[in-house]
């Protein structure tokens, strides 16, 4: 199977672009206009310059993490209640507290109206991940949409909740380091300039402490600037080998001793088993699941490593045997999805392994930032404290030098 970039006129008569696999050019076009649609054009393969730039602007819709679960939950409620899917648009997009919101839903609502689907008006907008939207079109199908949309708005809340807990648990560290950097700073370019006429013609008799500060004092605006160009030569250097097939090969042997990749990892593997088990319970099968899950991952690693999971589905192989093969995955994990495959209940399964994947994630977490704030504040103390150590050791010896 091919993934082909389609650009096609819809049955209300607008322009649109679509991305669906198919075995070859005809069996997509075939598709396109068993759904109404009539294409345009059909390529494959990677975007050529034209293509870039063709594509459409993504204006900021106003639709975080967060606020995409907050519609979901809202959505499920009102729909469960009763209330048909255009209402509950239109009721959402009156009580959306900001303008962008409330103009992409009114869209939606348009759309919706104008007899397309809500998947089809959702995937149109662009406000929800495309797996999100492959459920609610294979929900459409099946007639269960409020029950996915109550699974996909606990797994956004879910998702939101880590977010959240990880930005706080960071929080302090991070003001221990900007507070760091400012008193450094402070020291160096207002406290030890105070003092260098005091030092001056003696540099060379001072201790060693005294000589790095005072050094450090007079390049500082060398060293951030040599630093920051550094950091950013590395950082493009690593985005440019990343782009090559081979390089980027080789760069995922070293991931793992790097640190805070397992852990990743580890996060990564929860949230690939919890997505499997949303798509699997509402009817998504399982090899169109996992490009829907690769689109879902921040990681690229894993979205190639899943792309050759998805050859080996297609080609007969088991979803256990072919992550093992790729070994990407946590062993844990593969395991139980073994188990879920060979009971018949691998969503059931994939659920249960996300649930102690990330209770384990969590745990490790926790540790890493109990240990990380008590350093944090023992790196400031010890910077300011070699700062003020040098300042005063110097002062001493100039005292010893009259003497």
């Avoid at 870039?52 to 729909?79: C, D, E, H, K």
């Avoid at 302090?172 to 300039?193: E, S």
């Avoid at 009817?283 to 050859?311: D, F």
Wanted: proline share 4%; net charge positive.
């Amino acid at each position: 199977m091919t993934r082909y970039r389609c650009e096609v006129v819809t049955a209300a008569g607008r322009l649109d672009r679509l991305e669906i696999e198919a075995p070859s050019p005809y069996a997509a076009t075939v598709q396109l206009m068993a759904e109404g649609a009539t294409p345009l054009s059909i390529r494959s393969g990677a975007l050529n310059w034209v293509e870039r730039l063709n594509q459409p602007v993504m204006l900021s819709r106003g639709f975080g993490v967060a606020a995409q679960a907050l519609l979901l939950t809202q959505l499920a409620a009102l729909v469960r209640a009763g209330l048909p899917v255009d209402r509950s648009l239109d009721l959402l997009a009156d009580q959306a507290f900001k303008r962008a919101q409330r103009m992409t839903l009114h869209r939606v609502v348009k759309d919706v109206r104008a007899g397309d689907g809500l998947a089809q008006a959702f995937e149109r907008a662009g406000i929800l991940p495309a797996w999100v939207v492959g459920v609610l079109r294979s929900a459409e199908r099946s007639g269960g949409l409020a029950p996915a949309l109550t699974s996909l708005a606990v797994r956004l809340n879910d998702l939101t909740r880590t977010r959240r807990e990880l930005a706080s648990a960071l929080t302090y560290p991070m003001a221990v380091l900007v507070a760091t950097f400012l008193a450094l700073g402070l020291v160096l370019l207002v406290v030890v300039p105070q003092f260098e006429p005091v030092f001056a013609g003696q540099e060379n008799r001072l201790p060693w402490l005294t000589q790095a500060v005072l050094w450090l004092s007079d390049h500082a605006a060398s060293v951030v600037i040599g630093g920051g160009t550094a950091a950013l030569g590395s950082m493009m250097a690593l985005v440019i080998v990343r782009r090559v097939p081979a390089s980027a090969r080789r760069l995922e042997r070293v991931y793992r001793y790097v640190p805070g990749m397992r852990l990743r990892d580890q996060y990564l593997a929860a949230q690939f088993s919890g997505l499997l088990a949303t798509l699997l319970t509402n009817g998504m099968p399982l090899v169109r699941s996992l490009p829907l899950i690769a689109k879902g991952l921040s990681s690229r690693r894993w979205q190639r490593h899943l792309q050759s999971v998805e050859t080996t589905l297609k080609q007969g192989g088991a979803l256990s045997s072919a992550l093992l093969k790729e070994s990407f995955v946590p062993v844990t994990l593969v395991r139980l999805l073994e188990v879920g495959e060979r009971t018949g209940k691998l969503a059931e399964t994939a659920l249960e392994a996300s649930r102690i994947i990330d209770e384990a994630a969590r745990a490790r977490m926790q540790r890493i930032i109990s240990l990380a704030n008590p350093l944090a504040i023992m790196s400031l103390g010890a910077v300011v404290a070699a700062l003020v150590a040098g300042v005063m050791l110097g002062i001493f010896a100039i005292g010893d030098f009259a003497g």
